[in-house]
């Protein structure tokens, strides 16, 4: 069983002014949410706040970039490192932001996984805007809330896109959105990337429980994902306590089943909240329907076993000597040396246990009936007859060679060291001068005494006693090992480069009144 760790993220750092003298209140929505028990309800371990920088765009103007972009860095780094250890403890961890700008830290946070995994973690985007905005389809950027999905996916400036030198945090086929409104105005750009999307028509006409099934099924070879949440996915009637209300969303009833079609797996790393912003929600109510939703939603994480794969990955990726001293499994197949003398039941193990000690089980053929071809069923017992040291008595016949019925059993009447009765002195030479011009017989018997080793030793691992297999040699791979996705229609186009958009409207435009822009 999972526990959740919830972890407060009040970054309102990716949000422009919503007047000159204001800032964004979305950094309160974490304490909105725990005052209506939250955590309780949850049964979840308080992970702690995690504070951001000072809101402050300074002299910040159009054309200068992402605002506060050294400060989001920063904050983004040291989220990933809180993430991190979540994972490291085996929980499931919630992050309460905060404006969209805390899945920057979020995607570091599992591009860091991912390299200690060896694969590729994907991201189900639960968000009412497509947040695509980048230098190649916009004038100029300003609100890292308004473009944190081109962000993550490594487009935009390098200090935000590409922090630690990762760039993309999440690959474009690797990404799947849910909610955005059918007239989104980068639903194009998002096409042309080969990003697939489920928007609120389509969402509603298959149904939310199918469509997080259907998300799923996207990343399927994925070794995980990661689910983020912005609330603005909702109709600005059912929740209009938002930074920038867009009409068109899903109702909470819908957004539960999606939430818990979406964490009941076990790929299903880790969730954010973002941008519910308390100062449109004076008496709470909005505050108290998310929670409600929050705690139905995510009740399904608890019934999931963690992921001890990913703890071991990242257990070695923080200790790097670990992997090194860590016995690899090479070893781990038990010494076939102990197990061969358990098969009592083989026919070739019995009659070399009856030939060593004494010859008493051989004496079937008796001197008084000597016509009768006893060993003629068992043609092993009449070689050991033979070769044994019960062979006073020769017969006037010569040994028949009949090679046809068992090739080994002649061989072996022909390798004992008395294979022939040195009472006889006549045929002596006779069988000298037979086996001087047939040299290829002495090879023939070597070969079967090769052959004779070889069945004996399949015979010694075929007679293994139940449960007592080898071990593997190779390490378990995580039930979804990292591979290629199913190809998409523009995957050969990633960064979508080729495609433009005539300039759309300014990401940051702090002319007062005017509502907060992240879309």
């Not at 230098?135 to 809330?145: D, E, I, Q, T």
């Not at 009637?237 to 964490?263: H, K």
């Not at 969730?271 to 505050?287: H, L, N, Q, R």
């Not at 703890?311 to 076939?336: C, Q, S, T, V």
Request: hydrophobic residues 40%; negative net charge; charged residues 25%.
């Amino acid at each position: 069983m999972r526990r959740i760790a919830v972890l407060d993220a009040p970054s309102n750092l990716g949000l422009r002014p919503p007047t000159e003298t204001s800032v964004p209140g979305c950094a309160k929505a974490p304490g909105a949410l725990r005052d209506h028990g939250l955590l309780s309800r949850l049964n979840a371990r308080d992970a702690g706040c995690l504070t951001p920088p000072r809101y402050d765009p300074g002299d910040w103007r159009p054309g200068a970039g992402v605002a506060h972009a050294e400060q989001i860095a920063a904050y983004s780094r040291a989220l990933a490192d809180r993430i991190g250890g979540i994972l490291d403890a085996g929980e499931f961890p919630v992050i309460l932001g905060g404006d969209c700008s805390i899945l920057l830290g979020s995607g570091l946070a599992m591009h860091r996984l991912g390299e200690a995994v060896g694969g590729r973690i994907g991201l189900v985007f639960v968000d009412g805007h497509s947040d695509f905005r980048h230098p190649g389809n916009a004038s100029y950027v300003g609100a890292a809330a308004g473009e944190d999905l081109a962000l993550v996916t490594g487009r935009g400036q390098p200090d935000l896109a590409s922090i630690e030198g990762r760039r993309p945090y999440f690959r474009d086929i690797d990404v799947v959105v849910l909610g955005i409104r059918a007239q989104d105005e980068y639903r194009l750009d998002l096409q042309a990337a080969g990003i697939v999307t489920r928007p609120v028509p389509a969402l509603r006409a298959e149904g939310a429980a199918r469509s997080a099934q259907w998300a799923r099924d996207q990343l399927v070879d994925c070794a995980g994902y990661w689910l983020h949440v912005d609330v603005d996915v909702l109709d600005p009637a059912v929740m209009p306590a938002v930074d920038a209300p867009s009409p068109g969303g899903i109702a909470f009833p819908e957004l539960e089943i999606l939430l818990a079609g979406l964490v009941e797996s076990p790929h299903c790393l880790g969730v954010e909240i973002t941008v519910f912003d308390p100062d449109y929600d004076p008496d709470g109510s909005y505050a108290a329907e998310i929670t409600k939703s929050l705690v139905a939603g995510l009740a399904a994480a608890h019934t999931v076993n963690p992921r001890p794969d990913l703890i071991a990955a990242r257990a070695d990726l923080a200790n790097p000597g670990r992997r090194l001293a860590r016995p690899e499994p090479a070893p781990a197949r038990p010494e076939p040396v102990e197990e061969p003398e358990v098969p009592a039941f083989s026919p070739l193990a019995a009659a070399l246990a009856a030939s060593a000690p004494a010859a008493e089980p051989v004496a079937e053929p008796q001197p008084e009936a000597p016509e009768e071809p006893a060993p003629s069923f068992n043609p092993l017992a009449l070689a050991l007859a033979a070769s044994g040291p019960a062979a006073e008595e020769p017969e006037a016949e010569e040994p028949e060679p009949a090679p046809s019925f068992d090739p080994l059993a002649l061989a072996r009447a022909a390798s004992a060291p008395v294979a022939v009765p040195p009472a006889a002195d006549e045929p002596e030479p006779e069988a000298e001068a037979e086996f001087a011009d047939e040299p290829p017989v002495e090879s023939d018997v070597e070969e079967d005494s090769d052959e004779e080793e070889r069945l004996a030793e399949q015979i010694r691992l075929a007679s293994r006693p139940l449960g007592q297999a080898p071990l593997l040699d190779s390490k378990p791979l995580p039930a979804t090992r990292p591979g290629m996705l199913r190809p998409r229609q523009s995957d050969d186009n990633p960064a979508g480069e080729g495609f433009s958009l005539p300039a759309q409207r300014p990401a940051f435009d702090l002319g007062s009144g005017s509502p907060a822009d992240i879309a």
